[in-house]
Protein backbone atom coordinates (compact mmCIF):
# COMPACT_ATOMS: atom_id res chain seq x y z
CA UNK A 1 0.00 0.00 0.00
CA UNK A 2 1.32 3.64 -0.90
CA UNK A 3 0.09 6.61 -0.01
CA UNK A 4 -0.35 9.47 -2.46
CA UNK A 5 0.96 12.53 -1.34
CA UNK A 6 -1.39 14.19 -4.22
CA UNK A 7 -5.12 13.08 -3.06
CA UNK A 8 -4.18 13.48 1.20
CA UNK A 9 -6.23 16.21 1.72
CA UNK A 10 -9.71 15.38 0.73
CA UNK A 11 -11.81 15.98 3.56
CA UNK A 12 -15.01 14.26 2.57
CA UNK A 13 -12.72 11.86 1.00
CA UNK A 14 -14.36 12.56 -2.40
CA UNK A 15 -11.31 11.29 -4.93
CA UNK A 16 -8.39 12.86 -6.91
CA UNK A 17 -11.28 13.40 -9.44
CA UNK A 18 -13.27 14.97 -7.84
CA UNK A 19 -11.11 17.30 -5.55
CA UNK A 20 -7.54 17.53 -7.49
CA UNK A 21 -5.98 20.18 -5.28
CA UNK A 22 -5.43 20.48 -1.34
CA UNK A 23 -7.39 22.99 0.10
CA UNK A 24 -4.98 25.54 2.06
CA UNK A 25 -4.07 24.94 5.23
CA UNK A 26 -5.53 26.78 8.45
CA UNK A 27 -2.71 28.19 10.06
CA UNK A 28 -1.21 25.96 13.20
CA UNK A 29 -2.88 27.86 16.16
CA UNK A 30 -6.24 28.43 14.59
CA UNK A 31 -6.30 24.38 14.64
CA UNK A 32 -4.80 23.56 17.60
CA UNK A 33 -7.52 25.96 18.99
CA UNK A 34 -10.05 23.90 17.55
CA UNK A 35 -8.74 20.24 18.24
CA UNK A 36 -8.63 22.06 22.30
CA UNK A 37 -12.36 22.31 21.51
CA UNK A 38 -13.35 19.13 20.35
CA UNK A 39 -11.08 17.53 23.07
CA UNK A 40 -13.28 15.92 26.03
CA UNK A 41 -12.56 18.32 29.12
CA UNK A 42 -11.03 15.04 30.97
CA UNK A 43 -8.14 14.24 28.74
CA UNK A 44 -5.04 14.77 30.50
CA UNK A 45 -2.56 16.78 28.27
CA UNK A 46 -4.90 18.47 26.16
CA UNK A 47 -2.16 20.99 24.38
CA UNK A 48 -0.01 17.79 23.95
CA UNK A 49 -2.52 16.36 21.78
CA UNK A 50 -3.79 19.15 19.91
CA UNK A 51 -0.43 19.52 18.93
CA UNK A 52 0.50 16.21 18.19
CA UNK A 53 -3.26 15.69 16.24
CA UNK A 54 -1.93 18.97 14.18
CA UNK A 55 1.52 17.46 12.95
CA UNK A 56 0.25 14.23 12.41
CA UNK A 57 -2.20 15.92 9.32
CA UNK A 58 -0.30 18.65 8.50
CA UNK A 59 3.01 16.66 7.93
CA UNK A 60 1.49 14.25 5.91
CA UNK A 61 -0.41 17.43 3.60
CA UNK A 62 -3.67 16.07 5.00
CA UNK A 63 -6.25 18.99 5.39
CA UNK A 64 -6.96 20.16 8.94
CA UNK A 65 -10.28 20.22 8.27
CA UNK A 66 -13.05 19.64 11.28
CA UNK A 67 -14.09 16.90 9.33
CA UNK A 68 -10.04 15.29 8.92
CA UNK A 69 -9.68 16.23 13.01
CA UNK A 70 -13.03 15.14 14.33
CA UNK A 71 -12.04 11.19 12.16
CA UNK A 72 -8.95 10.99 13.77
CA UNK A 73 -10.00 12.36 17.24
CA UNK A 74 -12.61 9.59 17.13
CA UNK A 75 -10.78 6.64 16.25
CA UNK A 76 -8.42 7.75 19.45
CA UNK A 77 -11.27 7.93 21.49
CA UNK A 78 -12.56 4.48 20.37
CA UNK A 79 -9.31 2.47 20.33
CA UNK A 80 -7.40 4.03 23.36
CA UNK A 81 -10.02 6.77 25.41
CA UNK A 82 -7.20 9.32 24.86
CA UNK A 83 -4.72 7.12 25.87
CA UNK A 84 -0.77 6.88 24.79
CA UNK A 85 -0.47 3.77 25.85
CA UNK A 86 -3.79 2.04 27.12
CA UNK A 87 -4.53 -0.71 29.45
CA UNK A 88 -5.45 -4.05 27.93
CA UNK A 89 -7.99 -5.79 30.52
CA UNK A 90 -6.03 -9.50 31.48
CA UNK A 91 -2.64 -8.99 29.34
CA UNK A 92 -1.04 -10.82 31.26
CA UNK A 93 -2.95 -13.80 31.53
CA UNK A 94 -3.18 -12.85 27.50
CA UNK A 95 0.47 -13.35 27.22
CA UNK A 96 1.02 -15.98 29.20
CA UNK A 97 -1.61 -18.13 27.13
CA UNK A 98 0.41 -17.32 23.97
CA UNK A 99 3.84 -18.65 25.71
CA UNK A 100 2.63 -21.73 26.16
CA UNK A 101 0.60 -22.55 23.18
CA UNK A 102 3.22 -21.57 21.08
CA UNK A 103 5.69 -23.96 23.74
CA UNK A 104 2.94 -26.87 23.07
CA UNK A 105 2.90 -26.02 19.43
CA UNK A 106 6.97 -26.49 19.66
CA UNK A 107 6.94 -29.34 21.88
CA UNK A 108 8.20 -27.38 24.37
CA UNK A 109 8.11 -28.87 27.60
CA UNK A 110 6.57 -26.55 30.48
CA UNK A 111 8.98 -26.73 33.17
CA UNK A 112 11.91 -25.56 30.93
CA UNK A 113 9.56 -22.65 29.72
CA UNK A 114 9.11 -22.00 33.54
CA UNK A 115 12.52 -22.08 34.28
CA UNK A 116 13.54 -20.03 31.30
CA UNK A 117 11.18 -17.37 32.78
CA UNK A 118 12.90 -17.49 36.07
CA UNK A 119 15.97 -15.84 34.68
CA UNK A 120 16.34 -12.38 35.64
CA UNK A 121 16.15 -9.90 32.74
CA UNK A 122 17.69 -6.35 31.73
CA UNK A 123 15.63 -4.02 34.55
CA UNK A 124 16.42 -6.83 37.39
CA UNK A 125 13.20 -8.75 37.62
CA UNK A 126 12.36 -12.29 36.10
CA UNK A 127 10.58 -12.25 33.34
CA UNK A 128 7.86 -13.81 35.18
CA UNK A 129 7.57 -10.86 37.75
CA UNK A 130 7.61 -8.70 34.54
CA UNK A 131 5.02 -10.80 32.41
CA UNK A 132 3.02 -11.17 35.49
CA UNK A 133 2.45 -7.22 35.55
CA UNK A 134 2.00 -5.98 32.40
CA UNK A 135 -0.58 -3.57 31.84
CA UNK A 136 0.02 -2.38 28.41
CA UNK A 137 0.82 -3.33 24.94
CA UNK A 138 4.31 -1.24 24.94
CA UNK A 139 5.01 -2.69 28.20
CA UNK A 140 4.53 -6.08 26.22
CA UNK A 141 6.39 -5.39 23.17
CA UNK A 142 9.81 -4.54 25.82
CA UNK A 143 9.18 -7.83 27.79
CA UNK A 144 9.43 -9.96 24.45
CA UNK A 145 12.55 -7.81 23.11
CA UNK A 146 14.44 -8.82 25.94
CA UNK A 147 13.32 -12.39 26.50
CA UNK A 148 14.06 -13.37 22.93
CA UNK A 149 17.31 -10.80 23.05
CA UNK A 150 18.46 -12.87 25.97
CA UNK A 151 16.98 -16.01 26.45
CA UNK A 152 17.75 -18.56 23.82
CA UNK A 153 14.19 -20.21 24.28
CA UNK A 154 12.49 -16.76 23.55
CA UNK A 155 14.25 -16.69 20.24
CA UNK A 156 12.76 -20.27 19.67
CA UNK A 157 8.92 -19.79 20.55
CA UNK A 158 9.07 -16.47 18.56
CA UNK A 159 11.26 -16.91 15.85
CA UNK A 160 13.23 -13.82 16.65
CA UNK A 161 10.00 -12.08 15.96
CA UNK A 162 8.01 -9.48 18.27
CA UNK A 163 4.51 -10.53 18.70
CA UNK A 164 2.81 -7.49 19.58
CA UNK A 165 1.59 -6.39 16.07
CA UNK A 166 -0.25 -3.45 17.12
CA UNK A 167 -0.02 -0.05 19.59
CA UNK A 168 -0.39 3.25 20.59
CA UNK A 169 -3.67 5.66 20.64
CA UNK A 170 -5.16 4.48 17.61
CA UNK A 171 -4.11 0.98 17.80
CA UNK A 172 -1.94 0.86 14.43
CA UNK A 173 0.28 -2.01 13.14
CA UNK A 174 3.68 -1.81 13.32
CA UNK A 175 4.76 -3.50 10.15
CA UNK A 176 1.92 -0.55 8.25
CA UNK A 177 4.49 2.02 10.61
CA UNK A 178 8.01 0.64 9.35
CA UNK A 179 5.99 0.64 5.91
CA UNK A 180 5.50 4.35 5.82
CA UNK A 181 8.07 5.66 8.27
CA UNK A 182 10.26 7.52 5.39
CA UNK A 183 9.27 11.15 6.22
CA UNK A 184 8.30 10.51 10.11
CA UNK A 185 8.56 13.76 11.10
CA UNK A 186 10.45 13.31 14.65
CA UNK A 187 13.66 11.86 15.76
CA UNK A 188 13.62 8.19 16.00
CA UNK A 189 14.29 7.00 19.97
CA UNK A 190 15.25 3.65 19.60
CA UNK A 191 13.10 1.99 16.44
CA UNK A 192 9.83 2.45 14.29
CA UNK A 193 8.04 -0.18 17.25
CA UNK A 194 8.85 2.17 20.29
CA UNK A 195 7.50 5.37 17.97
CA UNK A 196 4.83 3.12 17.73
CA UNK A 197 3.73 3.36 21.62
CA UNK A 198 4.05 7.03 22.23
CA UNK A 199 1.37 9.52 21.82
CA UNK A 200 3.24 11.06 18.52
CA UNK A 201 4.65 8.23 16.58
CA UNK A 202 0.76 6.74 17.08
CA UNK A 203 -1.34 9.49 16.06
CA UNK A 204 0.94 10.19 13.05
CA UNK A 205 0.64 6.63 11.89
CA UNK A 206 -2.95 6.19 12.72
CA UNK A 207 -3.64 9.60 10.75
CA UNK A 208 -1.30 7.84 7.56
CA UNK A 209 -4.36 4.54 7.96
CA UNK A 210 -6.96 6.31 8.13
CA UNK A 211 -6.83 9.38 6.02
CA UNK A 212 -3.42 8.68 3.93
CA UNK A 213 -4.96 7.47 1.01
CA UNK A 214 -7.21 8.45 -2.24
CA UNK A 215 -10.80 7.16 -2.15
CA UNK A 216 -14.13 7.75 -4.21
CA UNK A 217 -16.28 7.25 -0.65
CA UNK A 218 -18.94 9.39 0.00
CA UNK A 219 -18.71 8.94 3.91
CA UNK A 220 -15.90 8.81 6.32
CA UNK A 221 -17.83 5.62 7.47
CA UNK A 222 -15.99 3.47 4.84
CA UNK A 223 -12.62 5.03 6.08
CA UNK A 224 -13.05 3.98 9.70
CA UNK A 225 -14.11 0.39 8.45
CA UNK A 226 -10.87 0.48 5.75
CA UNK A 227 -9.28 1.80 9.75
CA UNK A 228 -10.17 -1.66 11.28
CA UNK A 229 -10.05 -3.96 7.80
CA UNK A 230 -7.66 -2.58 5.30
CA UNK A 231 -7.12 0.00 2.51
CA UNK A 232 -10.17 -0.21 0.68
CA UNK A 233 -11.69 -3.45 2.40
CA UNK A 234 -15.38 -0.95 1.67
CA UNK A 235 -14.89 -0.81 -1.81
CA UNK A 236 -13.68 -4.16 -2.07
CA UNK A 237 -16.92 -5.51 -0.26
CA UNK A 238 -18.91 -3.57 -2.57
CA UNK A 239 -17.69 -5.22 -5.44
CA UNK A 240 -17.74 -8.40 -4.20
CA UNK A 241 -21.61 -8.03 -3.68
CA UNK A 242 -21.99 -6.82 -7.06
CA UNK A 243 -20.38 -10.11 -8.36
CA UNK A 244 -22.69 -11.54 -5.67
CA UNK A 245 -25.48 -10.21 -7.46
CA UNK A 246 -24.35 -10.76 -10.98
CA UNK A 247 -23.55 -14.37 -10.77
CA UNK A 248 -26.43 -15.22 -7.89
CA UNK A 249 -23.28 -16.97 -5.77
CA UNK A 250 -23.09 -15.97 -2.14
CA UNK A 251 -19.85 -14.70 -1.20
CA UNK A 252 -18.54 -13.44 2.03
CA UNK A 253 -18.48 -9.13 1.69
CA UNK A 254 -15.23 -9.41 3.25
CA UNK A 255 -12.97 -6.89 1.23
CA UNK A 256 -10.50 -9.78 0.08
CA UNK A 257 -10.52 -10.16 -3.74
CA UNK A 258 -7.61 -12.26 -3.95
CA UNK A 259 -6.80 -15.37 -1.71
CA UNK A 260 -3.63 -15.22 0.04
CA UNK A 261 -0.51 -17.39 -2.13
CA UNK A 262 -3.42 -18.86 -4.28
CA UNK A 263 -2.02 -19.72 -7.75
CA UNK A 264 -4.48 -19.39 -11.04
CA UNK A 265 -5.24 -23.39 -10.59
CA UNK A 266 -6.97 -23.10 -6.95
CA UNK A 267 -8.15 -19.29 -6.99
CA UNK A 268 -10.50 -18.13 -3.60
CA UNK A 269 -13.75 -17.62 -3.65
CA UNK A 270 -14.32 -14.32 -5.20
CA UNK A 271 -11.74 -15.01 -7.98
CA UNK A 272 -13.68 -18.79 -9.02
CA UNK A 273 -17.07 -17.05 -8.89
CA UNK A 274 -15.82 -14.19 -10.78
CA UNK A 275 -14.35 -16.19 -13.47
CA UNK A 276 -17.92 -17.80 -14.00
CA UNK A 277 -19.27 -14.45 -15.70
CA UNK A 278 -15.75 -14.77 -17.86
CA UNK A 279 -17.70 -15.51 -21.04
CA UNK A 280 -19.98 -12.11 -20.34
CA UNK A 281 -16.83 -10.54 -19.06
CA UNK A 282 -14.94 -11.03 -21.92
CA UNK A 283 -12.30 -11.83 -19.92
CA UNK A 284 -9.61 -14.86 -19.24
CA UNK A 285 -8.64 -15.88 -15.99
CA UNK A 286 -4.78 -14.00 -15.87
CA UNK A 287 -6.58 -10.99 -17.25
CA UNK A 288 -9.47 -10.99 -14.11
CA UNK A 289 -5.80 -12.24 -12.49
CA UNK A 290 -4.16 -9.03 -13.04
CA UNK A 291 -6.91 -6.98 -12.04
CA UNK A 292 -8.13 -8.20 -8.72
CA UNK A 293 -4.36 -7.88 -7.51
CA UNK A 294 -4.86 -3.95 -7.92
CA UNK A 295 -7.35 -4.58 -5.23
CA UNK A 296 -5.42 -2.72 -2.64
CA UNK A 297 -5.14 0.02 -4.63
CA UNK A 298 -7.45 3.21 -6.47
CA UNK A 299 -6.59 2.41 -9.50
CA UNK A 300 -9.03 -1.04 -9.32
CA UNK A 301 -11.53 0.83 -10.12
CA UNK A 302 -10.17 1.74 -13.51
CA UNK A 303 -10.19 -1.61 -14.95
CA UNK A 304 -12.19 -3.08 -17.44
CA UNK A 305 -13.58 -6.00 -14.86
CA UNK A 306 -14.99 -3.23 -12.35
CA UNK A 307 -16.56 -1.54 -14.58
CA UNK A 308 -18.21 -4.78 -16.79
CA UNK A 309 -18.78 -6.65 -13.15
CA UNK A 310 -20.81 -3.41 -11.92
CA UNK A 311 -22.65 -3.19 -15.47
CA UNK A 312 -23.86 -6.87 -15.04
CA UNK A 313 -24.77 -5.98 -11.39
CA UNK A 314 -26.48 -2.49 -12.06
CA UNK A 315 -28.59 -4.43 -14.88
CA UNK A 316 -29.53 -7.29 -12.91
CA UNK A 317 -30.65 -5.22 -9.79
CA UNK A 318 -32.61 -2.92 -11.81
CA UNK A 319 -30.33 -0.08 -10.36
CA UNK A 320 -26.88 1.10 -9.39
CA UNK A 321 -25.44 -1.11 -6.68
CA UNK A 322 -23.65 0.65 -4.22
CA UNK A 323 -19.72 1.25 -4.60
CA UNK A 324 -19.05 1.08 -0.97
CA UNK A 325 -20.14 -1.07 2.07
CA UNK A 326 -19.36 -1.94 5.24
CA UNK A 327 -17.38 -5.13 4.94
CA UNK A 328 -18.94 -8.37 6.86
CA UNK A 329 -16.03 -9.22 9.02
CA UNK A 330 -15.43 -10.66 12.58
CA UNK A 331 -13.35 -9.16 14.65
CA UNK A 332 -10.78 -11.92 16.20
CA UNK A 333 -8.07 -11.36 19.14
CA UNK A 334 -7.37 -12.27 22.71
CA UNK A 335 -7.94 -8.84 23.70
CA UNK A 336 -11.37 -9.07 22.17
CA UNK A 337 -14.52 -11.01 24.53
CA UNK A 338 -17.27 -10.15 22.83
CA UNK A 339 -18.86 -10.98 19.05
CA UNK A 340 -17.38 -7.62 17.42
CA UNK A 341 -17.47 -7.19 13.85
CA UNK A 342 -16.28 -4.54 11.79
CA UNK A 343 -19.29 -2.58 10.65
CA UNK A 344 -19.93 -2.36 15.01
CA UNK A 345 -16.30 -0.71 15.03
CA UNK A 346 -17.03 1.52 11.91
CA UNK A 347 -20.26 2.55 13.44
CA UNK A 348 -18.86 3.26 16.91
CA UNK A 349 -16.29 5.46 15.24
CA UNK A 350 -18.95 6.98 13.47
CA UNK A 351 -21.25 8.16 15.91
CA UNK A 352 -18.11 9.31 17.99
CA UNK A 353 -17.28 11.83 15.00
CA UNK A 354 -20.41 12.84 14.68
CA UNK A 355 -20.62 14.31 18.58
CA UNK A 356 -16.76 15.50 17.90
CA UNK A 357 -18.42 17.59 14.89
CA UNK A 358 -21.49 18.83 17.60
CA UNK A 359 -18.66 20.16 20.04
Not at 44 to 56: I, Q
Given at each position: ??IR???????????????????P????????????????????D?????????????????????????A????????????????????A????????????????????????????????????????????????S?????????????????????????????????????????N????????????????????????????????????????????????????????????????G????????L??????????????????????????????????????????F???????????????????A??????????L????????LT????A?????????????
Amino acid sequence: MRIRLSCLGLVLLAGCATQPALPPQRQPDVVRAEILRKLPASVSDRSGWANDVYVALSAQDISTSTANLCAVLAVAEQESTYTADPVVPGLARIARAEIDRRAAALHVPGLLVSAALRIDSPDGRSYAQRLGHVRTERELSALYEDFIGMVPLGGKLFGGLNPVHTGGPMQVSVDFAREHARNYPYPVEGSIRHEVFTRRGGLYFGTAHLLGYPAHYDALLYRFADFNAGWYASRNAAFQAAVSRATGIDLALDGDLLQPGADLEHPGSTERAIRALGARLDMGDGQIRDALARGDRLEFEETALYARVFALADAAAGRAMPRAILPGIRLESPKITRKLTTAWFADRVNARWQRCMQR
